[in-house]
């Protein structure tokens, strides 16, 4: 079948949601045209073995393991699919009952299939109640009728032409549906980039006979990075076998997904329900290629329980050992249980992950975040990542990146990063429809460029400079320090310092007798006497108190020089008992150091020569490092590729506000006028 035969195909299906029209919202057309296009296809794929399958019922012993009958009904069936159907009836025979009977006939015919296939039209597609609607609104024998007019047997269309044809219809569905099309829907050029990708450096190893490879995806969605993997693999190789695995927590998208399985000869028991981060269905399995996109910005507060006690109790034996990233953004979640999921062999695994950009710099030194990058970059699995151009999703306009992983490193990689900035307007072009907040697309003609550019390792040259750079994996890395300065603090009595003591909790808790002799005591002191010196204010301070015959507690003698005080760089440092400078926390600042560069010579550099009575907290340390500071990582896309722009000519803007000044005036006249 040809590519103008399948889209001939897809319109055909497309025209029969066209008989929804005013009975349906344009969004609800896919509930009930695509598990349609499941059952069809399914119905032409079993219409043959039918007699088999039912004689093969009826002399089964109703007692038999129900795991031992479905191994001998769907072996009935034949074509090594695991599935069947114990209704009486297919969309030929449906066809010659009685057009009122439809609704009563179709669902016996869903009832009865296999419980994987059941279990989808049931309760994920709640398909029995778009047919509750369509034979309410008089259209469901019309649909029904509409869909035994096309052929979807594997012999006349084949499984790889079936998901050609499910993506076509998935897009155009999600296209009118962009309420949801953000949550589910992935623009296919955008996963073409990252499969190209994913796929660009594995070229001969995946050709040749008796390849097999396995790919997943842990927010599969409607299944569409799996099926444009499966197929890029299959143009590379056409003997390839491609193993499909997913999991997926909306049930509508799941079903839409586990269906595609179905339709395109897969084992949809490779394909799970539930929340991957919570329920890995997958457990213990890896895989050689692992693509995704998973929610931005979206939080884990109302499952964060068990991923807490699995990062807690498992460390790095689980998935979460390396850090929990915010409560408020659950991508590196995602991105960690896919390196969980490695292959520890001589292949290895590729990762291809497309986020937006808290992953690259959300969160300091010691943060979730910045030790998920650290772990990431220190172990050398980061390739590349790429910038795209915003506008490109359906339900947000922001950048997004796709980041590139591995732990097969080619030699010439090892050690470093490649940064692609592709979100200038060389790797897009505009659309000439908006689809919700996407406006622009990549072009298949940029998809090769970028892949070029990531294959070739291109960095910096004069054709590529603002756009690739490779760095070394230490270059993202930072020691941040704690740079101290002294507290000068000078003392003096006034009516505001005075009145600062009434509103000190331990001043506060004095009974009213004690609390008017403290103040009695200090108003005795010196009036208008300015002390630049702690240890003398304390001295003067003891003896006004010890002449009033009142001894102060601790706290609160500490309230009295708190609202006492005020800072002052004429006075002495103040210092602790054994004669040390005190830090000012006030003017406490912290550093960011290049991780490859030494620590005291950057003080050296950067702080002595403003600052110089400032000093290092070298107790402020990383645990896990043991030096002075704490090591953070971060990849900052900006400072890499910032391009300056000039600010305009000051003649120029002056003749600007020149022109709108006489503009205003002009308009002012004709009002007046």
């Given at each position: 079948?040809?590519?103008?035969?399948?889209?001939?195909?897809?319109?055909?299906?497309?025209?029969?949601?066209?008989?929804?029209?005013?009975?349906?919202?344009?969004?609800?057309?896919?509930?009930?045209?695509?598990?349609?296009?499941?059952?069809?296809?399914?119905?032409?794929?079993?219409?043959?073995?039918?007699?088999?399958?039912?004689?093969?019922?009826?002399?089964?012993?109703?007692?038999?393991?129900?795991?031992?009958r479905?191994?001998?009904?769907?072996?009935?069936?034949?074509?090594?699919?695991?599935?069947?159907n114990?209704?009486?009836?297919?969309?030929?025979?449906?066809?010659?009952?009685?057009?009122?009977?439809?609704?009563?006939?179709?669902?016996?015919?869903?009832?009865?299939?296999?419980?994987?296939?059941?279990?989808?039209?049931?309760?994920?597609?709640?398909?029995?109640?778009?047919?509750?609607?369509?034979?309410?609104?008089?259209l469901?024998?019309?649909?029904?009728?509409?869909?035994?007019?096309?052929?979807?047997?594997p012999?006349a269309?084949?499984?790889?032409?079936?998901?050609?044809?499910?993506?076509?219809?998935?897009?155009?569905?999600?296209?009118?549906?962009?309420?949801?099309?953000?949550?589910?829907?992935?623009?296919r050029?955008?996963?073409?980039?990252?499969?190209?990708?994913?796929?660009?450096?594995?070229?001969?190893?995946?050709?040749?006979s008796?390849?097999?490879?396995?790919?997943?995806?842990?927010?599969?969605g409607?299944g569409?990075?799996?099926?444009?993997?499966?197929?890029?693999?299959?143009?590379?190789?056409?003997?390839?076998?491609?193993?499909?695995?997913?999991?997926?927590?909306?049930?509508?998208?799941?079903?839409?997904?586990?269906s595609?399985?179905?339709?395109?000869?897969?084992?949809?028991?490779?394909?799970?329900?539930?929340?991957?981060?919570?329920?890995?269905?997958?457990?213990?399995?890896?895989?050689?290629?692992?693509?995704?996109?998973?929610?931005?910005g979206?939080?884990?507060?109302?499952?964060?329980?068990?991923?807490?006690?699995?990062?807690?109790?498992?460390?790095?034996?689980?998935?979460?050992?390396?850090?929990l990233?915010?409560?408020?953004?659950?991508?590196?979640?995602f991105?960690?249980?896919?390196?969980s999921?490695?292959?520890?062999?001589?292949?290895?695994?590729?990762?291809?992950?497309?986020?937006?950009?808290?992953?690259?710099?959300?969160?300091?030194?010691?943060?979730?975040?910045?030790?998920?990058?650290?772990?990431?970059?220190?172990?050398?699995?980061?390739?590349?990542?790429i910038?795209?151009?915003?506008?490109?999703?359906?339900?947000?306009?922001?950048?997004?990146?796709?980041?590139?992983l591995?732990?097969?490193?080619?030699?010439?990689?090892?050690g470093?990063?490649?940064?692609?900035?592709?979100?200038?307007?060389?790797?897009?072009k505009?659309?000439?429809?908006?689809?919700?907040?996407?406006?622009?697309?990549?072009?298949?003609e940029?998809?090769?460029?970028i892949?070029?550019?990531?294959?070739?390792m291109?960095?910096?040259?004069?054709?590529?400079?603002d756009?690739?750079?490779?760095f070394e994996?230490?270059?993202?890395g930072?020691?941040?320090?704690?740079?101290?300065?002294?507290?000068k603090?000078?003392?003096?009595?006034?009516?505001?310092?005075?009145?600062?003591?009434?509103?000190?909790?331990?001043?506060?808790?004095?009974?009213?007798?004690?609390?008017?002799?403290?103040?009695?005591?200090?108003?005795?002191?010196?009036?208008?006497?300015?002390?630049?010196?702690?240890?003398?204010?304390?001295?003067?301070?003891?003896?006004?108190?010890?002449?009033?015959?009142?001894?102060?507690?601790?706290?609160?003698?500490?309230?009295?020089?708190?609202?006492?005080?005020?800072?002052?760089?004429?006075?002495?440092?103040c210092?602790?008992?054994?004669?040390n400078?005190?830090?000012?926390?006030?003017?406490?600042?912290?550093?960011?150091?290049?991780?490859?560069?030494?620590?005291?010579?950057?003080?050296?550099?950067?702080?002595?020569?403003?600052?110089?009575?400032?000093?290092?907290?070298?107790?402020?340390?990383?645990?896990?490092?043991?030096?002075?500071?704490?090591?953070?990582?971060?990849?900052?896309?900006?400072?890499?590729?910032?391009?300056?722009?000039?600010p305009?000519?000051?003649?120029?803007?002056?003749?600007?506000?020149?022109?709108?000044?006489?503009?205003?005036?002009?308009?002012?006249?004709?009002?007046?006028?």
């Amino acid at each position: 079948m040809s590519n103008n035969d399948i889209k001939s195909l897809s319109s055909f299906v497309w025209s029969i949601a066209e008989l929804l029209r005013g009975d349906f919202k344009q969004s609800e057309y896919g509930k009930v045209v695509l598990p349609f296009v499941v059952l069809r296809r399914l119905d032409c794929i079993l219409e043959a073995s039918k007699p088999d399958v039912l004689a093969m019922a009826e002399s089964l012993p109703a007692d038999m393991d129900d795991d031992a009958r479905d191994t001998l009904l769907s072996g009935a069936v034949g074509q090594n699919i695991r599935l069947y159907n114990l209704s009486r009836f297919t969309f030929a025979s449906l066809k010659g009952q009685d057009a009122k009977d439809i609704h009563k006939n179709l669902i016996d015919y869903i009832t009865k299939f296999s419980g994987n296939v059941r279990d989808i039209f049931l309760d994920k597609f709640l398909f029995t109640d778009q047919l509750k609607r369509l034979n309410d609104a008089g259209l469901l024998y019309q649909v029904f009728d509409r869909f035994t007019q096309i052929d979807l047997h594997p012999d006349a269309i084949s499984n790889i032409e079936m998901g050609y044809l499910f993506e076509d219809l998935i897009r155009r569905f999600s296209e009118i549906s962009n309420e949801t099309a953000g949550e589910h829907y992935t623009p296919r050029e955008v996963i073409r980039l990252i499969v190209s990708l994913l796929l660009v450096n594995d070229k001969e190893a995946l050709t040749g006979s008796g390849v097999i490879r396995q790919v997943y995806d842990p927010a599969a969605g409607t299944g569409g990075m799996l099926s444009i993997a499966e197929m890029e693999m299959k143009d590379l190789n056409d003997r390839i076998r491609v193993e499909l695995f997913g999991q997926e927590l909306n049930p509508e998208s799941f079903a839409i997904c586990k269906s595609d399985m179905l339709v395109t000869g897969h084992n949809p028991e490779n394909i799970a329900f539930g929340n991957t981060l919570t329920q890995d269905a997958h457990q213990g399995k890896r895989f050689h290629y692992m693509l995704s996109n998973p929610p931005y910005g979206v939080d884990w507060k109302k499952y964060a329980d068990p991923i807490k006690d699995e990062a807690a109790d498992l460390g790095m034996e689980g998935r979460f050992g390396a850090g929990l990233p915010r409560i408020s953004d659950g991508q590196l979640l995602f991105l960690q249980h896919m390196i969980s999921k490695m292959r520890n062999d001589e292949q290895g695994s590729r990762i291809g992950i497309v986020m937006n950009g808290s992953p690259l710099f959300t969160g300091g030194a010691g943060s979730g975040e910045s030790e998920i990058r650290r772990w990431m970059l220190e172990n050398d699995w980061v390739e590349a990542i790429i910038a795209l151009p915003t506008d490109l999703f359906y339900n947000t306009g922001i950048q997004t990146y796709v980041w590139l992983l591995t732990n097969r490193k080619d030699k010439d990689r090892r050690g470093k990063v490649q940064l692609i900035d592709a979100s200038g307007e060389r790797f897009w072009k505009s659309m000439r429809k908006s689809l919700g907040s996407k406006r622009r697309e990549i072009p298949q003609e940029a998809t090769e460029e970028i892949a070029r550019i990531y294959h070739d390792m291109l960095n910096g040259n004069s054709d590529w400079a603002d756009v690739s750079k490779i760095f070394e994996t230490t270059d993202f890395g930072y020691r941040e320090i704690r740079v101290e300065r002294p507290l000068k603090l000078a003392f003096s009595v006034t009516p505001e310092g005075l009145e600062a003591l009434r509103e000190a909790k331990p001043f506060a808790k004095l009974d009213e007798d004690e609390q008017a002799r403290v103040l009695e005591a200090l108003e005795g002191l010196p009036v208008g006497e300015r002390w630049l010196s702690r240890n003398k204010f304390e001295k003067a301070l003891s003896g006004a108190l010890r002449a009033a015959g009142v001894k102060l507690g601790a706290p609160v003698k500490k309230a009295v020089l708190s609202a006492l005080s005020e800072r002052d760089e004429d006075a002495e440092v103040c210092t602790d008992k054994n004669g040390n400078p005190e830090p000012d926390t006030d003017l406490r600042d912290h550093e960011l150091v290049p991780l490859n560069e030494d620590w005291r010579a950057y003080v050296q550099r950067e702080v002595l020569p403003f600052v110089p009575d400032a000093w290092v907290d070298e107790s402020y340390t990383d645990a896990q490092d043991g030096g002075v500071g704490r090591v953070g990582y971060e990849i900052n896309f900006n400072r890499y590729f910032y391009k300056y722009v000039p600010p305009r000519p000051l003649e120029e803007i002056d003749a600007e506000l020149k022109a709108l000044e006489a503009e205003i005036a002009g308009l002012l006249q004709e009002v007046i006028e």
